[in-house]
């Protein structure tokens, strides 16, 4: 009888440590209730029901597409596809069987941060009371061939604001409610080329290293393309923003997971060699790296293969737990060659394809990625450059009132303490002029900028040379001056004309100290807010394998070119979208191939 009671025991005590947590955060978050809560309530509820929200960014291709299908064949999710071409998802989402009942495609312009502010606030009032349990950061641009910057609507390298910043922006305006979700988790999509301790990321040149951040110091806006300062590479640009989510994981992790109760993990799904994102490498690389991939190396996973094990990540009750670097037993490590063509490049090892559901293991991070003093500084300049803000990094605290109430009565006291410390004595330099404004970090922040930064900016301009010509016609980048190089090394720069009819009017000495009278000076031009133009945005994820061929491709042409080939395949996406869904209505293909581009351009479906 005593060894009954006993075990009762242990296990009513077991129940009640499980359930701890749990009620911990339901005292935390609980409000008193009101008219507009209740009803918001009642609205989430009727429109969700019991399924988890979750937020996946680039649903129209690739592996967020194969992601969200995985997400929806559950029938436990409603999925919200964040993607720039609402055309292209309308295609997919009809081509792939999407419930429309559990799918919701909403429009994002990730290289424009007042596009993501934007969808935040749909988001939110789509969701109602709805919490938003799981967040997957997925949507990603590679342009490893260009020779120049393409600049963002607001002035930043394309890769780093599209891959890394307007995600850094996302995770910040959405935490609070994915803290509400009862298991939230924020899913970064990594690479192994941002993890150095690989062959994938220290063996292939270049190799992501943020240095010092000098760029990201000084704004990382046009002419600045590369967070560590110096000159553009297109490929470094991709790794580095896998590299700063990466990073941003595991500080997030440090600052958020005991406070929100939220899982920050990366992950990386393998090397899906035929991706979209490859879109802009030429045909000759296209035809031959998945090869290469899958019979040579065994790093090969298909894009099916990819998005179970992003949706594994999201859905599996074992990738709850945070800070952590997923990854797959699959791939590079054994069994290549005869083995490989046997398995059809199926084989086992870290990395590739094959291993199923119960090969995910938490993989090793390279001391880059684990650098916590650099993780700090990325974070915090990350914040400036974004505009995001962030709750403070607390503790938790215990809900019980009796807490409160002392607590408010200790505060109380405090202030009235500490109005006594803030009367003007000698040695009281607090609240001086000189304190921080918006968007600064501290007083030493500022000094540096206004010193050595401004130094760095005008080495740069003098050693570093002018970007071409092309790099400035990027979306929404305007032709750097070109002043000569006396004027550059002292940094004033040529007078507008403009400015030249207005001192022309005014004394000499005002155009010496450049000084206009009040009231004269010339309105600038208003910043450009449209989404980019068609020459110079880059391409919507595009596949363009055996069932279509776009003339245009041309493997002889110069990498000036590259950009237009990769319009040239996004056009061609949406035409074999088309064909596709036309094919699966069971629709007779028109006469004539639809022509664009004037006809030089054919996609036969």
Not at 465 to 489: Q, S, T, Y
């Amino acid at each position: 009888m005593t060894g009954r009671v006993m075990v009762w025991r242990a296990l009513l005590a077991l129940a009640l440590c499980a359930s701890v947590a749990d009620t911990f955060k339901f005292m935390v978050n609980w409000k008193v209730p009101t008219l507009d809560a209740m009803r918001a309530q009642r609205i989430a509820d009727e429109k969700f029901g019991d399924k988890k929200l979750v937020v996946v960014t680039g649903t129209s291709s690739g592996l967020g597409r194969k992601t969200a299908q995985a997400l929806l064949r559950t029938g436990q999710y409603h999925v919200v596809g964040a993607v720039r071409d609402l055309d292209k998802m309308e295609l997919v989402a009809e081509l792939d069987g999407f419930d429309p009942e559990n799918f919701t495609p909403m429009h994002v312009e990730l290289a424009n941060f007042t596009s993501v502010r934007d969808f935040c606030d749909r988001l939110k009032d789509f969701k109602a009371a709805k919490p938003i349990d799981r967040l997957i950061c997925n949507a990603a641009v590679y342009q490893p061939s260009l020779p120049y910057a393409k600049w963002s609507v607001d002035g930043h390298e394309q890769q780093m604001q599209i891959n890394y910043l307007s995600h850094f922006l996302l995770v910040s305006l959405l935490l609070e409610e994915i803290a509400k979700a009862p298991d939230p988790r924020v899913v970064l999509v990594g690479s192994v080329t941002g993890n150095d301790n690989t062959v994938g990321g220290g063996g292939v040149y270049p190799i992501a290293d943020l240095k010092e951040l000098d760029g990201l110091k000084l704004g990382a806006k046009n002419p600045i393309s590369m967070f560590d300062g110096y000159n553009f590479d297109g490929a470094k640009a991709y790794k580095d923003s896998k590299l700063c989510l990466m990073m941003t994981s595991n500080i997030l992790h440090d600052k958020y997971h005991k406070q929100t109760g939220i899982a920050f993990s990366s992950i990386y799904p393998g090397c899906i060699a035929e991706s979209p994102l490859f879109r802009e490498k030429r045909p000759w690389f296209r035809k031959n790296f998945p090869i290469f991939m899958k019979y040579i190396t065994g790093g090969f996973v298909g894009e099916e293969e990819a998005g179970m094990r992003l949706f594994q990540v999201a859905h599996d009750p074992r990738c709850s737990k945070s800070g952590v670097y997923w990854s797959w037993n699959g791939g590079p490590r054994e069994g290549r060659g005869e083995e490989a063509l046997e398995k059809d490049g199926q084989i086992l090892g870290g990395g590739g394809a094959g291993g199923g559901w119960d090969s995910i293991y938490e993989n090793d991070q390279s001391d880059k990625v684990l650098n916590k003093e650099l993780a700090q500084e990325l974070f915090k300049y990350s914040s400036i450059v974004t505009g995001a803000e962030w709750p403070p990094a607390n503790q938790p605290k215990s809900p019980c009132p009796t807490l409160k109430v002392v607590g408010a009565f200790t505060s109380a006291m405090n202030a009235k303490e500490e109005a006594k410390r803030m009367a003007q004595k000698p040695g009281m330099v607090a609240g001086l002029p000189g304190q921080l404004t918006a968007g600064s970090v501290s007083i030493a922040d500022e000094i540096v900028a206004a010193t050595l930064g401004a130094a760095a900016k005008t080495a740069q301009r003098v050693f570093l040379g002018e970007l071409p010509e092309e790099a400035m016609k990027g979306a929404e980048a305007k032709n750097a001056a070109k002043d000569p190089l006396w004027r550059r090394v002292i940094g004033r720069p040529s007078l507008s004309e403009a400015e030249v009819e207005m001192y022309s009017k005014q004394p000499k000495w005002r155009r010496f100290f450049r000084k206009p009278a009040a009231g004269t000076a010339p309105v600038a031009a208003a910043p450009i807010t449209g989404s980019a133009t068609e020459e110079t945005q880059y391409a919507s994820a595009a596949a363009i394998g055996a069932e279509a061929k776009v003339d245009a491709m041309d493997p002889n042409k110069s990498d000036e070119e590259v950009e237009d080939m990769s319009i040239a395949a996004s056009k061609a996406e949406m035409e074999l979208l088309r064909a596709q869904l036309a094919e699966k209505r069971g629709l007779t293909k028109p006469n004539n191939d639809k022509q664009e581009d004037g006809g030089k351009q054919k996609v036969a479906a």
